[in-house]
């Protein structure tokens, strides 16, 4: 079965600091990558996607991940973080069935981000 | 656009008593998940349905049940509730049968056993 690692529970920068959280899975098969965010008190929203080619995917407000297949890592990237960007972070492994073709989502333990101005 | 639809938002419930929640998915989307996210925790998957039958099963308790219906909404019920049934129940949508859809999320329905 697929899982998903994000070793940095809690992170805190400073505004204008860089942003990289780490997210390692584990799955032999076919992946797609995500990380969605959380802000405070409101709902799960992607913020970007892998599903093939260019391994350096750029997603909404300035994030971008690395996907390096040997590693089994797809971590998430910021240049400079603003105050806005204090929310939960969360990577998500989505692993095909061959069978079915049903697709499964596996979320890390979320990354709980601070930026104070 | 339309986004996934969840409802109720807030439901306050005793224990040992009987909640359902309920979820209208994108337009065309036929696949729904439903997720469990404790206080603090990761979102945990429940169970999941594609085109009206259950697809797959997660940590979901035997207290709990849900379906998928012809309109491709799906209703989680939930049976003598306890106190750590409290969390936010997130469903989402995708459509199955397309290999790179993702899941896109409801707000979520807030849940408090007391």
């Known amino acids: 079965a697929q899982s998903v690692s994000q070793h940095n529970h809690h992170v805190i920068l400073s505004e204008a600091a860089s942003l990289e959280l780490g997210c390692n899975y584990s799955?032999?098969?076919?992946?797609?990558l995500f990380w969605y965010v959380q802000y405070p008190g409101q709902h799960l929203q992607l913020l970007l996607k892998?599903?093939?080619?260019?391994?350096l995917v750029k997603g909404i407000k300035g994030f971008e991940a690395e996907f390096i297949k040997s590693k089994f890592s797809f971590n998430l990237r910021k240049p400079s973080v603003q105050w806005s960007d204090t929310a939960e972070y969360f990577c998500?492994?989505?692993?095909?069935?061959?069978?079915?073709?049903?697709?499964?989502?596996?979320f890390g333990t979320g990354t709980r981000l601070l930026v104070s101005p | 656009a339309a986004g996934v639809i969840q409802s109720p938002r807030h439901l306050i419930k005793e224990k040992r008593e009987t909640a359902t929640l309920k979820c209208y998915p994108i337009p065309r989307h036929d696949t729904v998940y439903w997720y469990q996210q404790g206080p603090g925790q990761d979102p945990q998957f429940l169970i999941s349905f594609y085109e009206k039958m259950q697809s797959d099963k997660g940590s979901i308790p035997d207290r709990f049940s849900a379906q998928q219906f012809s309109d491709y909404h799906s209703e989680l019920n939930m049976s003598s509730l306890e106190l750590g049934d409290s969390a936010l129940y997130f469903c989402?949508?995708?459509?199955?049968?397309?290999?790179?859809?993702?899941?896109?999320f409801g707000n979520g329905t807030r849940l408090t056993v007391t």
């Open positions: 989402a949508s995708s459509l199955g049968g397309a290999r790179n859809s993702p899941l896109h």
């Open positions: 799955y032999g098969g076919t992946v797609n």
């Open positions: 998500a492994v989505n692993a095909r069935r061959k069978n079915t073709g049903f697709q499964k989502l596996v």
């Open positions: 892998y599903f093939s080619g260019d391994p």
